[in-house]
Each structure stands twice: as C-alpha cells, then as structure tokens.
C-alpha cells in the first residue's frame, strides 16, 4: 500500500466524513476535524488521526454524545464554566474561548472551568488562539490512571497534560504542550504500534521493572513521571485543579466510570487567560520578554519551544501531509461500517 499526500483541509473532510457517518452533528464533527487536522499539520501524530479509533468507538458505544450542544454561563467576574453536554472537548473550547478572553480583559487574569467533555487531543491546539489574542494562557487536563506516583508500584494520575502560551505581539506565540509524564501515551502507543524501544525511564512492566519495551508499558504496565517526585507533585497539582475545582471526576475516579470502549472518558479541562497590559507594565512587558526570549534563542542548543511545530506547519503547507495508507484505509472502512 503507498501513503497518501493530503492537504490538511483534505484531513479535516476524512475526520468530518468518518465522524458524521458514526453519529456526530456537524457542528462537533467541524470542531473535532480542526483539531485532528491541526495536529496532523504540526507533525503530531499521537494526536491525529491516530485517535480516530478511540473517537469512532466512544460514539459506537453511546458514550459520547455526537450532538452535544455545550452551554458558556460566566458564574462570576473572572470563571466562566462550560457544560459541554458529554460531547468531545474541541466545540466546548470553541464556544466557551470567547467569554474567557472577554473576561481576562476586563479582570486582568480569568479561568475557564469545562465540565461534561472527553478530551482526547493536543491542549496547544486550544491554548494558541488565546496567546494569539495577546493573552498568556494556561490549560490542564487528566486522563485515566496511567502514571505511577514517585515511590508509588501502581499508576494513580492520568498523563496530566499542561500547557503554557506566551503572546509575542506581531510573531507567532510561544507555546509548549507536555504531560506529566516521562512520554505521553499516544507517543509510546506509536512506539508499541512501530516497534520502537522507549528510552528507560518511560515506564514500567507489569511488574514493575523499568523497561524500553514500549508494548510492555502498554499491557499492564505504566508511565513514569518525568523528574521523579518533582514531575510527580506537578501530576498531583493538575488532578486538584481539573476535578477538584470543578467537581469532575479525579483520574482513578474516571476509569471507575468508564466503559473502557477505547476512547476519551467525561472528565474536565482547567484554563487561565492573563492579560499583560492589567499587571503594570503595559507599555514594557512585550519588549521586556521579546529580549529575554531572544537571549534564550541566541544560546547555542537552546531548545525553542513550538518551534518545530511552526516549522512542521509550513512545511505542511508547501509539500501537504503524508499519511500511512493504512491509517487512510481505516478511516474509510469506519465510513464504510457506519451503522453495522
């Protein structure tokens, strides 16, 4: 089978296609679309279309609601909370991204509750508009177990993703996207699925020995936190402010209530918006950062964060994406099986 060059509109219309056909409206089928086609676009292919079994099985089961109509309540002067019906996360954020920007303008700093989602993607995806809007921006989310706390034998946080998005004025924002823990498990998934080894300190059998076997993690085994205790407390941290705040479901706490069907469980999402100029320095801060970030690009072997996300996304728009014949063959037979 030869793998297939397609534009990431072309990936948006398959996603589109195979979600419409499983039971999803239009509205959440565009929004879940845009997500997965970014994600292909920027090189992330943990987080692409590599999912699509999950999302097809959650909406087969009934678990996910494919006509989910999210409701936006602004609860205070600074929280917006967002019900997103038990549908996926993308059109909650959508919906709710405008009164939690509105509300860090007018307050100076706000945060955005979502409750009732299944989160199966990139979080940079939903961060970078708001840090494109000029605020700084903040996202969390847990999973289910998967994640051995440091000291711990058996998983207890879910991956825990966070994000980080910093404005830079006329330049695309710095944005960086990472778990919890040491990888994040669709990367191992990929790794099991390929035959890759993991570097040690990935995860651990079932045993609990360390391995490189990603396949291994994946069959009964776990992840590790990156830094130890250190990545661990941060795990921690996100489990208190996504389901603790919002009264969602804690990661141990979801995989109870799960039907284990392969896709996204309900849980909860956590969002901040700051806005700059509110802190006291609105005409210094852009300068004031743009010099550091230059300092930091400047060092030999620096790492930049997203910036191989940038460069991925052009390079997507010059030459298109390249996408496994079999990953294309599959999103095919679920149009093709819909209803069966």
Known sequence: MTDLTLSEAEIQQLVEQCLIANGCNTDNAEALGRTIASAERDGSASHGLFRMPGYIASLRSGKVNG?????????????????????????????????????????????????????????????????????????????KPAVVPAGAKTPLFGTNPMCFGWPRGDKPPLVFDQASASMARGEVMIAARDGHPVPMGTGVDAEGNQTTDAQKIIDGGALLPFGGHKGSTIAMMIELLVAGLTGMDFSYEAQKNDNNDGGPPNGGEFMLAIDPNRFGDAEGWLNHSEDFLQRLAG??????????????????????????????????????????
């Not at 945060?111 to 939903?126: D, G, I, K, Q």
């Open 67 to 143: 006509n989910a109509n999210p409701t936006v309540t602004r609860i205070s002067p600074a929280v917006v909370k967002v019900d997103g019906d038990h549908g996926y996360a993308p059109l909650a954020l959508e919906k709710g991204r405008a009164a939690l920007i509105e509300a860090a303008r007018e307050n100076g700093i706000a945060a955005m509750a979502l409750v009732n989602v299944h989160h199966f993607a990139s979080l940079w995806v939903e961060v970078e508009p708001i840090a494109e809007a000029g605020l700084v921006a903040m996202a969390f989310t847990t999973y």
């Open 299 to 340: 060092m030999e072997g620096a790492h930049m964060p997203g910036n191989r996300r940038y460069a991925n996304r052009a390079k997507s728009a010059a030459e298109g994406i390249m996408i496994s014949a079999k990953t294309h063959a599959s999103c095919i037979e679920f149009i093709n099986t819909a209803g069966q």
